[in-house]
Nanobody
Framework: QVQLVESGGALVQPGGSLRLSCAPS????????VGWFRQAPGKAREAVSC????????DHADSVKGRFSISRDDAKNTVYLQMSDLKPEDTAVYHC?????????????????WGQGTQVTVSQ
């Protein structure tokens, strides 16, 4: 079964850091660009970050620029979202997604495979 599995979500205090992981089951990420998206209760899904297959192209939403970074480890078949200086408004369920287009995109409509998500809560 083809699926993506996210991990690493947790409760963290404002200003803290977390690293989320995204690993596939049933396929390899080598040929897929990967994006991270988030959805907070009562709010629309929001693009966060993306990375191309060649590692050279990344993009981030303005709300996370300078705080979040995305990377991929092809040997481990995993994509990471490193989050720092977390704020309460970063609280959401974070989903990773994969697109065969290979190029980084913050357009959710271009993604084929999605994970179930991992909860990130930023609170005192």
């Amino acid at each position: 079964q083809v699926q993506l599995v996210e991990s690493g979500g947790a409760l963290v205090q404002p200003g803290g850091s977390l690293r989320l992981s995204c690993a596939p089951s049933g396929f390899t990420l080598d040929y897929y660009a990967v994006g991270w998206f988030r959805q907070a209760p009562g709010k629309a899904r929001e693009a966060v970050s993306c990375i191309s297959t060649d590692h050279d192209n990344t993009d981030h939403a303005d709300s996370v620029k300078g705080r979040f970074s995305i990377s991929r480890d092809d040997a481990k078949n995993t994509v990471y979202l490193q989050m720092s200086d977390l704020k309460p408004e970063d609280t959401a369920v974070y989903h990773c997604a994969a697109t065969p287009l290979r190029v980084c995109s913050l357009n959710a409509g271009e993604y084929r495979y999605w994970g179930q998500g991992t909860q990130v809560t930023v609170s005192q």
